[in-house]
């Protein structure tokens, strides 16, 4: 075991804001209850949304398949608790466009019966794919906040080498205490979890980044080290600093490495995941439990009751806010889920817990909204900035809509931390423009891609009308001129079968007039009698010849 020994980085920007961690990291970890409805969007991941495998009026298990990743980059969704599936519909999901989404809406019967399960007694035995597949199988995301499918990111291919495993434990952004109190209250696990990890992808070191503010995680990992003797398991303290947490920062804090700009940690040889994944991760493959709830933080100054549950997903965060003790006097607050930086507003407190919440953030209403002050242009948005933007300019364009000189100005490595928000003077809400900018060059790119596959089956269908046309054109020409030279055939033709026919007819008038002068010259014949009606034919022709 290692502890501290390792060299440390810095990266430019950060900022100290005010932990408030204390008003719930001293509370354990609680089970929420069991809700009467759960509400389940099937799209609680990055990549495609998941295809519904039950109908309205079916029963279902804790932990049953209840909708089917779809594709590379998906996740699947079990069923929290056990019930009656009373309906698919739109609902309203957390989600920053505040729109409705497609969710699977269970009953539960408070029974909470699993349905059965296949836990694998040595899973550091199974190869990378088996470990992906229980994993995939899982449905288990990214829990830090990105919700990218977990499978995907331990599939590094063939021909990558991974030479470094991050689990982040930073949490660094302010109120959220949901990693803190699972490393120190299911450390043993998470590290399970880790070894599981690190097969599937054969990294040749591990190590857990936890920011110095929490030092009883530390303490407990270290204390659930001491049973993995073997272990390359590193855990590293890391200096208190916002957003150490992000992927990016926390890779460079602990191996000096810069993640390419537009690329990914595995072009570095680096994958990352979060310590809540990995203890999800242990709970799949040792266990066979599907994720099904996570941790989430509810915390803020307009709750009687900060703390930590265990909460099942499609809990409405009504039912969870009332599980901490509603708010302080009834007084109206503000949702937001995630924390003060990074967070999004949620209007609508009917609206689930799913997998990429980690916290609750319920905060009394500002009596008036703060207006804010023009830019001074101070500059100290970017002495913030992690990303080394110019977020001033980027909040300028932004504000014009000029919307190619915002992404000129890397918007899209703006990983939206607030820090620029954080420290301006005037007050400026730089990350929402940001949102906003990013929202409508999507949303210009998804109109322009759909554009351009309508324009591309006009362009088909006139390309498909024009050769018709000549086809028929072609035909037309090639009946015309077998017409034609039929006719030229056919009249010469005519005039030769009218000649004939005058032959014809007048040969069977010689023939006639023969046959009348022969009648004449010859004496007449006595009439034949008619045929006996009761004789056959044969009789007839025998007494003929007779
Ligand atoms: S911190 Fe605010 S006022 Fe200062 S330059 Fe940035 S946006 Fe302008
Ligand atoms: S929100 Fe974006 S622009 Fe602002 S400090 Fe963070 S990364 Fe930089």
């Given at each position: 075991?290692?502890?501290?020994?390792?060299?440390?980085?810095?990266?430019?920007?950060?900022?100290?804001?005010?932990?408030?961690?204390?008003?719930?990291?001293?509370?354990?970890?609680?089970?929420?209850?069991?809700?009467?409805?759960?509400?389940?969007?099937?799209?609680?991941?990055?990549?495609?949304?998941?295809?519904?495998?039950?109908?309205?009026?079916?029963?279902?298990?804790?932990?049953?398949?209840?909708?089917?990743?779809?594709?590379?980059?998906?996740?699947?969704?079990?069923?929290?608790?056990?019930?009656?599936?009373?309906?698919?519909?739109?609902?309203?999901?957390?989600?920053?466009?505040?729109?409705?989404?497609?969710?699977?809406?269970?009953?539960?019967?408070?029974?909470?019966?699993?349905?059965?399960?296949?836990?694998?007694?040595?899973?550091?035995?199974?190869?990378?794919?088996?470990?992906?597949?229980?994993?995939?199988?899982?449905?288990?995301?990214?829990?830090?906040?990105?919700?990218?499918?977990?499978?995907?990111?331990?599939?590094p291919?063939?021909?990558t080498?991974v030479?470094?495993?991050?689990?982040?434990?930073?949490?660094?952004?302010?109120?959220?205490?949901?990693?803190?109190?699972?490393?120190?209250?299911?450390?043993?696990?998470?590290?399970?979890?880790?070894?599981?990890?690190?097969?599937?992808?054969?990294?040749?070191?591990?190590?857990?980044?936890?920011?110095?503010?929490?030092?009883?995680?530390?303490?407990?990992?270290?204390?659930?080290?001491?049973?993995?003797?073997?272990?390359?398991?590193?855990?590293?303290?890391?200096?208190?600093?916002?957003?150490?947490?992000?992927?990016?920062?926390?890779?460079?804090?602990?191996?000096?490495?810069?993640?390419?700009?537009?690329?990914i940690p595995l072009d570095i040889g680096i994958v990352?995941?979060?310590?809540?994944?990995?203890?999800?991760?242990?709970?799949?493959?040792?266990?066979?439990?599907?994720?099904?709830?996570?941790?989430?933080?509810?915390?803020?100054?307009?709750?009687?009751?900060?703390?930590?549950?265990?909460?099942?997903?499609?809990?409405?965060?009504?039912?969870?806010?009332?599980?901490?003790?509603?708010?302080?006097?009834?007084?109206?607050?503000?949702?937001?889920?995630?924390?003060?930086?990074?967070?999004?507003?949620?209007?609508?407190?009917?609206?689930?817990?799913?997998?990429?919440?980690?916290?609750?953030?319920?905060?009394?209403?500002?009596?008036?909204?703060?207006?804010?002050?023009?830019?001074?242009?101070?500059?100290?948005?970017?002495?913030?900035?992690?990303?080394?933007?110019?977020?001033?300019?980027?909040?300028?364009?932004?504000?014009?809509?000029?919307?190619?000189?915002?992404?000129?100005?890397?918007?899209?490595?703006?990983?939206?931390?607030?820090?620029?928000?954080?420290?301006?003077?005037?007050?400026?809400?730089?990350?929402?423009?940001?949102?906003?900018?990013?929202?409508?060059?999507?949303?210009?790119?998804?109109?322009?891609?759909?554009?351009?596959?309508?324009?591309?089956?006009?362009?088909?269908?006139?390309?498909?009308?024009?050769?018709?046309?000549?086809?028929?054109?072609?035909?037309?020409?090639?009946?015309?001129?077998?017409?034609?030279?039929?006719?030229?055939?056919?009249?010469?033709?005519?005039?030769?079968?009218?000649?004939?026919?005058?032959?014809?007819?007048?040969?069977?008038?010689?023939?006639?007039?023969?046959?009348?002068?022969?009648?004449?010259?010859?004496?007449?014949?006595?009439?034949?009698?008619?045929?006996?009606?009761?004789?056959?034919?044969?009789?007839?022709?025998?007494?003929?010849?007779?």
């Amino acid at each position: 075991m290692k502890l501290n020994s390792r060299k440390l980085w810095n990266f430019k920007g950060g900022v100290h804001p005010e932990g408030h961690k204390s008003l719930s990291n001293s509370s354990a970890i609680k089970d929420a209850k069991i809700p009467s409805v759960l509400v389940l969007p099937l799209q609680q991941h990055i990549g495609a949304v998941a295809n519904p495998l039950v109908v309205p009026g079916q029963r279902v298990l804790k932990g049953e398949l209840i909708a089917q990743g779809e594709g590379m980059v998906s996740a699947s969704l079990h069923a929290p608790t056990s019930g009656t599936i009373t309906a698919i519909e739109e609902r309203p999901i957390p989600h920053p466009s505040g729109l409705m989404d497609l969710c699977i809406i269970l009953e539960s019967d408070q029974e909470d019966r699993w349905c059965s399960l296949n836990p694998i007694e040595d899973p550091l035995q199974l190869d990378a794919d088996a470990i992906r597949e229980a994993i995939r199988a899982a449905g288990i995301v990214g829990l830090g906040g990105a919700g990218f499918p977990a499978h995907v990111k331990l599939n590094p291919g063939a021909h990558t080498e991974v030479d470094t495993l991050i689990i982040n434990g930073a949490e660094c952004e302010p109120y959220i205490t949901c990693d803190d109190r699972l490393m120190r209250e299911r450390a043993e696990s998470i590290l399970c979890g880790i070894e599981i990890m690190a097969r599937a992808i054969s990294a040749h070191h591990i190590l857990i980044g936890v920011e110095d503010n929490k030092p009883e995680a530390i303490a407990a990992l270290n204390r659930a080290l001491q049973h993995h003797k073997q272990s390359r398991i590193e855990i590293v303290t890391v200096p208190t600093l916002y957003p150490t947490g992000g992927e990016r920062q926390l890779i460079k804090v602990l191996t000096g490495k810069e993640v390419p700009t537009q690329g990914i940690p595995l072009d570095i040889g680096i994958v990352c995941h979060n310590v809540a994944t990995a203890a999800r991760v242990e709970q799949a493959v040792v266990h066979g439990r599907p994720l099904i709830s996570r941790v989430v933080t509810v915390s803020g100054e307009a709750i009687p009751r900060p703390g930590n549950y265990e909460v099942l997903f499609g809990t409405p965060m009504a039912d969870l806010i009332a599980e901490a003790g509603g708010t302080i006097d009834q007084q109206p607050a503000t949702i937001i889920m995630g924390g003060p930086m990074m967070g999004l507003p949620v209007t609508d407190s009917a609206t689930p817990v799913t997998k990429t919440c980690n916290c609750l953030l319920i905060q009394p209403v500002q009596p008036r909204p703060t207006l804010h002050q023009p830019c001074i242009r101070c500059g100290e948005c970017a002495i913030s900035c992690p990303a080394q933007l110019q977020p001033q300019q980027l909040y300028w364009h932004a504000r014009a809509k000029e919307f190619d000189k915002v992404q000129d100005e890397h918007l899209f490595d703006c990983i939206e931390c607030g820090c620029c928000s954080w420290v301006c003077p005037s007050q400026i809400p730089l990350v929402h423009y940001f949102r906003f900018a990013k929202a409508e060059i999507w949303s210009q790119e998804r109109e322009k891609a759909a554009a351009d596959i309508a324009r591309e089956r006009h362009e088909f269908r006139q390309l498909r009308i024009e050769r018709e046309k000549a086809e028929r054109a072609e035909l037309m020409k090639r009946k015309k001129a077998a017409l034609a030279k039929k006719k030229k055939s056919g009249v010469s033709g005519s005039k030769e079968s009218i000649a004939a026919a005058v032959e014809r007819t007048k040969a069977k008038k010689a023939a006639l007039a023969a046959k009348e002068a022969k009648a004449a010259t010859e004496p007449s014949a006595p009439p034949t009698p008619p045929p006996d009606a009761t004789e056959n034919r044969t009789d007839e022709g025998e007494q003929r010849e007779i």
